[in-house]
């Protein structure tokens, strides 16, 4: 059962025959097994903008058709689940997932397809889904998986990382739908869930500093913050009795500490927005960072998903 109470969520997947779609399918697949949830595969063809003549018995539909065939055949084999269902769909990669999210419970995507620049970490279709789905949007790298077909991590790309699902939480409304997504897939994925928060010297809390400017310790500070995260998260973790939960402060940047975190992690989940940075930016800078650099699949989840309200798509900051 999903955080939204359905008892088969829909998990939606962008496939362009790159390395890094076909991992990210590699991770529906399995991710929509241990989830108990449907999975739709979705490819999408328009026609590029070309001053040299098309040849022209080609079309990118069936191009699409065949890009989607063919990674269906690598991930699931000749015999495809009946849970299972391709869609190939025309105009705007983004655009099309992000009209997918507004159904789905997650929006699974590769962080770089076949076009932009080879060297960006991040491409503009996963940045753009990270960036406005309606639904948590799952990042994939394909140097998280292995390259070969029919290795373990191929085959069960999540259960071979092991791993904590770890969560950045900063205290604001967005940090809790992170925490309560995260709870609800450690219980499907039988995973522990670990709970960070941050802390600077230009961020240390009121708390820690006594009317007379009198600086505790670095130790007595981090002990502090670790009381807050454990008062303000009690109410989602006791709801979650199943789920072992770690909870830890450091001394760090939020994002360094989740990119470091991300190596051993089986997910990275952040809440979409922080309480830092500017109120209009749809993506924070932590979420952004760590899905460019994180070491594992990192969640991007949109404020909203702990109680299933979603904010209304802003389709004209999607490029076309």
């Not at 990210?24 to 026609?47: D, M, T």
């Not at 065949?66 to 009946?82: C, I, N, T, Y």
């Not at 009209?99 to 060297?119: C, N, Q």
């Amino acid at each position: 059962m999903d955080i939204n109470g359905r008892t088969h969520p829909l998990i939606v997947v962008g496939v362009d025959g790159s390395r890094s779609s076909v991992a990210a399918l590699a991770f529906a697949k399995e991710y929509a097994e241990r989830r108990h949830g449907r999975l739709r595969a979705v490819s999408v063809w328009s026609y590029p903008i070309s001053y040299n003549p098309l040849p022209v018995t080609w079309s990118p539909k069936k191009d699409a058709e065949f890009q989607l065939r063919m990674a269906s055949k690598e991930v699931f084999g000749h015999v495809l689940p009946d849970w299972y269902e391709q869609a190939v769909r025309e105009g705007s990669a983004a655009r099309n997932l992000l009209d997918e999210s507004r159904t789905a419970d997650a929006l699974i995507v590769g962080s770089r397809g076949h076009g932009g620049f080879a060297g960006l970490l991040l491409g503009s279709v996963s940045a753009q889904c990270a960036a406005h789905s309606q639904c948590p949007a799952i990042v994939i790298h394909a140097d998280h998986t292995a390259a070969g077909v029919g290795s373990d991590q191929t085959e069960h790309p999540l259960s071979a990382r092991g791993g904590a699902l770890v969560v950045g939480y900063d205290g604001s409304a967005n940090a809790d739908d992170a925490l309560a997504w995260a709870l609800a897939a450690a219980e499907d994925l039988g995973a522990p869930v670990t709970v960070v928060r941050t802390w600077s010297i230009d961020r240390i809390p009121r708390e820690s500093s006594d009317e007379f400017g009198h600086g505790h310790s670095f130790d007595d500070v981090t002990a502090q913050v670790r009381r807050d995260l454990v008062s303000e998260t009690q109410s989602l973790i006791d709801a979650h009795p199943r789920v072992a939960v770690t909870l830890q402060a450091a001394l760090s940047q939020p994002a360094e500490e989740l990119i470091r975190r991300s190596k051993d992690a089986s997910m990275v989940v952040v809440g979409s927005r922080g309480r830092g940075g500017f109120v209009g930016l749809l993506l924070g800078s932590v979420s952004a960072e760590c899905a460019s650099h994180g070491m594992c699949p990192v969640v991007v989840v949109p404020a909203g998903s702990r109680t299933g309200s979603r904010a209304a798509l802003n389709v004209a900051a999607v490029d076309g």
